[in-house]
């Protein structure tokens, strides 16, 4: 089942704060957050495990709930960099063999200005 | 390092024709995906292999695509006859991808090679 993202957009100003979410129907052992900037591939940000520590990208962090099968991302003293579709990604069958397949969410479209 | 490379970069072609894109994997990953992104549907997978062999090939939209992998270093993605509705971005991404339980997990980050831009007129 794909993840769900929450919200689908958000838009900030320079500086400003946000915190974008994917839940999971099923048991998450992993979640991956991946950017995708306008015209451009998406880029792998960090990974986050069952049992690991809160991670963190530059001024961006991410948590991992594995009671909620949630993880977060926050987006701290945004900058216009930031702006961009964030998707998150989570192996297709947790536990087993997956040959590295991904489910992702639909994306949240974030958007910095000036 | 160089990353997945993707070729063409765009690629416009007429309805009926043939068309044929490329991707070279990194260098020691073992699972390659075929990705289809639109803004109408978003990032779609279409098919991936490991060590060479299709896996799941569930996302390809129709008979008319098809893709192979004849060696570890490079994949190709055909479609025959083209559509209009083919326009779209193609991604290639791979990963060390593989084994089972934990050991696992941190080798399924994908990498993304830059797209195809095609257009189908």
């Known amino acids: 089942q794909q993840p769900v993202q929450s919200p689908q957009a958000v838009i900030l100003r320079e500086g400003e704060d946000a915190v974008i979410n994917c839940s999971s129907s099923k048991a998450l052992y992993s979640v991956h957050w991946y950017r995708q900037k306008h015209g451009e591939a998406p880029v792998f940000l960090m990974i986050?495990?069952?049992?690991?520590e809160q991670m963190r990208h530059e001024k961006i962090s991410a948590s991992f709930n594995e009671k909620k099968q949630q993880s977060s991302l926050y987006l701290t003293a945004s900058q216009l960099s930031y702006s961009g579709t964030y998707f998150c990604g989570t192996p297709a069958n947790a536990g087993g063999t997956s040959y590295g397949k991904l489910t992702f969410g639909q994306g949240t479209i974030l958007t910095v200005h000036p | 390092d160089a990353g997945v490379i993707q070729s063409p970069r765009h690629e416009v072609t007429e309805m009926g024709q043939e068309v044929t894109l490329r991707c070279k994997p990194i260098?020691?990953?073992?699972?390659l995906f075929w990705y289809r992104q639109t803004m109408m549907r978003g990032l779609e997978l279409l098919i991936y292999f490991n060590n060479n062999v299709p896996i799941d090939d569930s996302g390809m939209p129709e008979d008319r695509f098809s893709a192979k992998m004849p060696n570890a270093s490079f994949s190709t993605l055909k479609i025959q006859p083209s559509e209009p509705r083919d326009s779209a971005v193609y991604f290639c991404a791979s990963s060390h991808g593989g084994g089972s339980g934990r050991s696992f997990i941190s080798t399924d980050t994908q990498y993304f090679g830059p797209g195809t831009r095609l257009t189908v007129l």
């Open positions: 986050l495990l069952k049992g690991g």
């Open positions: 260098s020691g990953h073992n699972s």
